[in-house]
């Protein structure tokens, strides 16, 4: 593993346990549609943290709103005891990166441009030393492209520095979008669904990374579908379920919790209301069936 | 063709011949014709084609090539020379790295395009076929036969799209023919360029120049022809002779050359073109360079905002007006408001800086849209710079620009002594206004290169190249994709008020109606952005070669007349159909636009 020699603002002073990011009734409306109510999170420093909940339960959303995409509508999210900006270049400027659900690399820069592109909020060459090129410009260079290698070789796409993006394997893709994020010297890092299509090996590979990352000082946020990947990997996990916190706490007690498998899969609702229809149902379907058997062959021809 | 009714017949017929010509003669004749034909080709030139010098270019003479001829004699001797070269004959197996058979196809058929034009043109011009003298008759025929010689060369055909048996008939034609065309595409594709022999660094360098001599030749020679058929001939051997040479995969070479040695090519480049008005003897070809060099670095400017940080702008000329009236207000002019007269350094610094002020005026609020969005308010802006100028003429608004007469008689540049109206010999050479212009306006242009290479290859230029491929998630990297964007714009802005400062001098007077979105004399925005699309967005050399052939084109095509803005957008749409990449491509777009053809994965440093 590499060690973190250039990075003077490197996130790893925090010490344990210090809350780091910390979300307060975070509520996020679209119109008449409310789609994060009042979400309480902390994340602290050196922790995993995962955040699951059924599909349209507001999880990228709230991410979203963490990183500056979206202004919360209430609430205030704050990282390092300072409210963070509402604009996502500043977010990540303060030290919270992230990825995206649906990959969004520079699929027409080469693989060691795209984690360069990650290195621009910690270095600061404008156009004047681009154009001049003196002495700092080459130096910052080199030190930009140095410390890019170092985190190709940390997910392992160091011999595919000079690949296009959008030729690479999806897991790789994956991969390469964490390195771009860990170039920006985050000191948080939230994973938007980072397993998301992969296989059962990739999905081991990729919980590795996120545990070497973590290895590193930098606390993890991270939404997946994946309960094994989940209760593997975190510390502790938060179930948003239609916008609002339902429960948090380590894996057992999630996973012992009613209402998260109610939320999941859904529970019997008392008096069965729909009992009457499903006899209806049933019956026709019978019906339909001594019709078909009536007329055999018919079936062929739809 | 077999009628394929069911997937199931596919397979059968198309395989049972895998390699053959799109014409039934036996391979080892076809290439016997074609090399012949293309020496005799050449020998047809040596002869006389009419009888009469009343078709231009004079081809009555025995022995001595001209006009069209000479043209003829190019193609003729590459058909023969690539032909050779299949044969494996020594001493010409360098031609060829990519393989020869695409080559001598394309060098056929241009030697035969230019050849059946010419005979078209004085038949028509003369009234019959009687003009021919046996010469004439001999070049027909000889290029005819290589080129059926040619297209007998083998190839391998693309096996044909199984087809769904209930298309209608429509839909079956179409399905032809797209395989007709596939098939097409496929008789004149090339094979991997073998890597070359190590050369030592002298000879790669004379490599490069022997390059850009073909080059500056070439330009000098398309630029000084006089009459509009060799102009057609030009551009049809040109472009045939070039699209061969890069079959044969000699751009290939080249230009890994020229990328292992960048700043010799550069500076090379600029010798070249440095070079050009010495190889005129008076001013009227430097007069259209020079107007070439100004069209061209404006375009370039233009390639930063659109090519790197992908902003689209439609009002991109009226910074090139900002420059060139800020000059010319300054410049001593009688028409000018303001009497003061500036060195030429000091107004040039203060046309950039002014263009620079109105860049990010003028940015600052549009930059906040995307996409089409963006181009509709530069549009609007480009409209309202043009406007304004026209109006402030002291009855309808304040006195600054003298109205529609515009800022007249601007003197010449004088620095330090040295006058540019005035002709000057320069070790023997006489070089005239035009051509001092040429050369002062080849600085700027270096000026443009330099600031485009080095502001493309850093932190800034990355930047740009993300917000272009997707501004959320470059935001979401760190990059304050307003800011970086506005920096693009606004030295987009200073590039053209710089080329705006020399141009105002060069046309004596400055009008609004210079500075129009579309107009027929270019520079306007509408063609500076084709320059920059149809040469290759994102490269230096394609907005170059865009903006010299969209100059080039109407200047010297006088009969297109008033139908040059039809035959203009008729030509973008075909290249924007078969080409969407442009002439001279940049490695990333070349993938984007053919994600499906054998990508090389890896982006060396060249493409850039």
Known sequence: ?302 | MTTQTTTAQTPGSPTAEPNKGLIGIPEHIGRALATAGGALTVISTFLAWTWTSAFPGDLTYYGYPGGLQVLVLIGGALTTLFGLASYGTKGLRWLTPAGADSAIKLAAIGTFATVWYTIIAISATLGGLVHLEPGGWIAAIATLTALLGALALPFERPEPDPHDPDDSKWEKLRHETRHTFAVLRASIATGRTRPARELPAYGEILIIVGALTTGLIVFTYGIGTSYDELFVGFLITAGFGFAAIAKAGLLDRVSAITARHRNVTLIGAFVAAAAFPFTQSDDQYATIGVYILIFATVALGLNIVVGLAGLLDLGYVAFLGVGAYTAAMVSGSPSSPFDIQLPFWASALLGAAVAMVFGVLIGAPTLRLRGDYLAIVTLGFGEIFRLAVLNTDGTSGPDITNGSNGISSIPNINILGFDFGQEHTIAGFTIARFANYFLLMLLITLVVVVVFRRSSDSRIGRAWVAIREDETAARAMGINGFRVKLIAFALGATLAGLAGTVQAHVTYTVTPEQYMFAHVVPPNSAFLLAAVVLGGMGTISGPLVGAALLYLIPAKLQFLGDYQLIAFGLALVLLMRFRPEGLIPNRRRQLEFHAEAEAPTVLSKSGA
Request: proline share 5%; hydrophobic share 40%.
């Open chain 1, 1 to 302: 593993m590499t060690t973190d020699t250039t990075t003077p603002s490197a996130p790893t002073g925090a010490t344990p346990g210090e809350t780091i990011l910390d979300a307060r009734g975070v509520t996020m409306r679209f119109g008449g549609l409310t789609a994060v109510r009042g979400v309480d999170l902390t994340v602290n420093s050196g922790e995993i943290v995962g955040l699951i909940g059924p599909n349209g339960a507001g999880k990228t959303t709230f991410f979203n709103c963490l990183t500056g995409l979206y202004t919360p509508t209430e609430g205030e999210v704050r990282y390092k005891d300072k409210v963070l900006p509402p604009k996502s270049f500043k977010v990540t400027a303060a030290g919270v990166a992230r990825t995206f659900q649906n990959i969004r690399l520079f699929g027409n820069m080469t693989v060691l441009e795209n984690v360069l592109v990650g290195r621009h909020t910690r270095t600061k060459e404008g156009l004047w030393s681009a154009l001049l090129r003196g002495p700092g410009f080459h130096r910052a260079e080199a030190a930009s492209r140095e410390r890019a290698m170092e985190l190709l070789e940390f997910v392992g796409l160091a011999d595919k520095a000079d690949h296009l993006a959008r030729n690479l394997p999806y897991g790789e893709q994956r991969r390469l979008e964490i390195a771009r994020a860990l170039a920006s010297e985050p000191g948080l890092l939230l994973l938007d669904e980072p397993t998301a299509g992969m296989n059962p090996q990739e999905t081991r590979d990729t919980e590795e990374l996120v545990f070497a990352i973590r290895d590193k000082g930098i606390a993890v946020l991270v939404i997946e579908h994946d309960m094994r990947f989940i209760f593997n990997l975190c510390d502790r996990v938060a179930v948003l379920v239609q916008g609002q916190k339902l429960v948090e706490g380590d894996a057992a007690t999630v996973q012992a919790d009613e209402r998260v498998i109610a939320a999941y899969i859904g529970e019997p609702i008392a008096n069965d209301p729909g009992a009457e229809e499903a006899a209806e149902v049933e019956a026709a379907e019978a019906a339909a069936e001594a019709t078909t058997d009536a007329a055999p062959g018919k079936e062929n021809d739809r």
